[in-house]
């Protein structure tokens, strides 16, 4: 089963609520999946200390040494393996890129999160030729409104594109539902039945970017 | 989106990776940058559990024995006080020094 590697080395930028989207979702379709959270930050273990949604699994603590065999166990179980990866250029970053079947670069729509965020696209470059196999790769632009796209992710979008980017559409939308998963634990469906977990947002319509978000990986690990 | 059978459909490459890889890896990720932050072990000697300290005037060629004696054994002279002190109480057993 493929391996979803989330990298960036730009903190903030949404690797940790990608990580936990798709999670839920592959395990809502049926698939077991493993999570591991490699972030000192423990975002992924804050959300599962609240409870985890059936057939997730989080492993936590996994550093440089560990990273490869982690990957490779959990791969072997036959489960999706989805890594959520510290915000800052090392080598636990490099090696977990090294196993994965598609690496998402979550960025913001700012120049910044572009910059930072490319530094991970040239790494994946390198690495497949270190390698000598293409490891697939992809851009989702995350935080953005859900009114209208500003003129910087206008420009971002083509910019990337223009350099044969792989991006992935929808992009995930500044929700707070999105936010709150880290509070409550568990999933957005979970969240929507239950009427004690309050939001302020839009669940319904974070759930339907989410899905949307998670068809679209699922298209690129056919 | 439902059903376990679209998830059959997924693939994953095969990752045979090799010590060899992983060195490649690592020497392509250093190059940009992406280095070992792995927070090390502060170095050196770990602080003794001994933390009592002792103030004894002794005649000089006391002293000088019993710092010739710890020497000699490859002992500190707070460890040798203490086998003193074991012998003192007629204990034979290790329970206070350790040894």
């Known amino acids: ?222 | 989106m439902n059903g376990s059978n679209r998830l059959a459909g997924l693939k994953a490459r095969p990752k045979d990776t090799t010590v060899e890889e992983v060195r490649r890896v690592d020497e392509v990720g250093e190059a940009r940058g992406f280095l070992d932050r792995t927070p090390h072990k502060k170095a050196g000697r770990k602080p003794s559990p001994r933390t009592y300290q002792l103030h004894p005037k002794v005649f000089p060629r006391v002293g000088e024995a019993i710092a010739t004696e710890a020497e000699r054994l490859g002992i500190t002279q707070g460890q040798l006080i203490e086998r003193m002190w074991d012998v003192y109480n007629g204990s034979t057993d290790t329970l206070t020094t350790g040894f």
């Open chain 1, 1 to 222: 089963m493929p391996v979803i590697v989330m990298a960036s080395p730009k903190g903030g930028v949404g690797k940790s609520t990608c990580a936990v989207l798709l999670a839920s979702e592959f395990a809502r379709m049926g698939a077991e999946v493993t999570v591991l959270d490699c972030d000192p930050n423990k975002s992924l273990t804050r959300w599962a200390s609240h409870g985890t949604p059936s057939r997730v699994t989080l492993k936590s603590d996994i550093g440089r040494s560990e990273i490869v065999p982690t990957i490779r166990a959990a791969d072997g179980d036959g489960r999706i393996v989805i890594v959520d990866l510290e915000g800052v250029a090392s080598q636990l970053v490099s090696r977990a890129i090294s196993q994965a079947d598609l690496v998402i670069v979550p960025m913001q729509p700012t120049a910044l999160d572009a910059e930072i965020g490319s530094e991970a696209l040239a790494l994946v470059r390198e690495e497949e030729e270190a390698l000598g196999r293409s490891i697939r790769h992809a851009v989702v632009l995350t935080k953005t409104s859900a009114a209208v796209k500003s003129r910087v992710q206008k420009e971002l979008e083509q910019q990337l594109s223009g350099a044969g980017i792989d991006m992935i559409e929808p992009s995930l939308v500044a929700r707070a539902a999105f936010s709150e998963l880290f509070a409550y634990g568990g999933d957005l469906t979970a969240m929507m039945n239950d009427p004690d977990m309050t939001t302020g947002g839009k669940v319904d319509k974070a759930l339907e970017n989410a899905q949307s978000f998670t068809e679209a990986v699922y298209e690129r690990l056919k």
